[in-house]
């Protein structure tokens, strides 16, 4: 990204390229990879970015680090409960850190730290109008890393990518559970299929059949639809 580029015209590229990125993504773990990779390359001074998505209790659902020291960065604000990702997405505010080492407002976290290459860092929370669903991240090696244009590119970003998120998110969701779907039916119409075989090889009625494959199923310690599954293909009760 060439860095004369006035803000708007640079908004609108990244926008596009963030977009592209996320909308042809068919999962949020993908999603959330390629944005750390993109808001990298983006924001100007960037050692390393990092996305996490949360659920309304501040348990990560999804995350993306593109350096093994913004991963443990990160892995630490959860692991203490505190840190500047937790804090932009829990108040829904942009936080800065210019340098974590005279910044006391985590102090376990700030000390955990001490020795990755990390000095400041923005964290911008991803808002919906549900409210945020997570937060954004860049790490600076450097003191005041981030200049006032980085951080309002990082925010900017933000509205957008955090709308695509939750598109994911949504079809992703719907996604696992049409295939939960599918499979529960399909173990369904296994066992209906079973017991009518069971039915007419020991000439029982419905409920003596279902309560003998129950019985073997407790028996040979094997799954109800694995056993019918196998009475279709010839096996024994």
């Not at 993908?30 to 960037?46: D, F, N, R, W």
């Not at 000390?111 to 669903?133: E, F, H």
């Not at 200049?147 to 994911?168: G, W, Y």
Request: a negative charge; glycine letters at 6%.
């Amino acid at each position: 990204m060439q860095a004369n580029l006035p803000l708007a015209d640079e908004l609108a590229a990244l926008t596009a390229r963030i977009a592209d990125l996320l909308l042809t993504r068919e999962t949020v773990d993908e999603a959330v990879s390629a944005l750390a990779q993109a808001l990298k390359e983006a924001i100007p001074g960037t050692l390393g970015a990092g996305v996490s998505l949360m659920d309304t209790r501040g348990r990560r659902t999804s995350t993306a680090s593109t350096d093994p020291d913004i991963l443990r960065a990160d892995q630490l604000q959860y692991d203490l409960g505190q840190g500047p990702c937790l804090t932009a997405w829990a108040q829904q505010v942009t936080v800065t850190v210019d340098d974590c080492r005279t910044d006391h407002r985590w102090p376990a976290w700030s000390r955990a730290i001490t020795d990755l290459p990390l000095r400041s860092v923005i964290s911008t929370p991803l808002s919906t109008p549900d409210g945020a669903i997570g937060a954004l991240k860049v790490y600076s090696p450097l003191p005041n890393g981030f200049d006032s244009k980085a951080i309002r590119l990082l925010e900017l970003l933000a509205r957008p990518a955090a709308l695509m998120l939750a598109n994911t998110q949504a079809r992703d969701t719907a996604q696992r559970l049409s295939d939960g779907l599918i499979g529960a039916l399909g173990a369904r119409d296994a066992i209906g299929t079973a017991t009518g075989i069971v039915m007419e090889r020991l000439h029982i009625n419905r409920d003596q059949a279902l309560a003998t494959l129950i019985s073997a199923s407790r028996r040979r310690n094997e799954p109800l639809h694995q056993l019918s599954r196998d009475i279709i293909d010839g096996g024994e009760v």
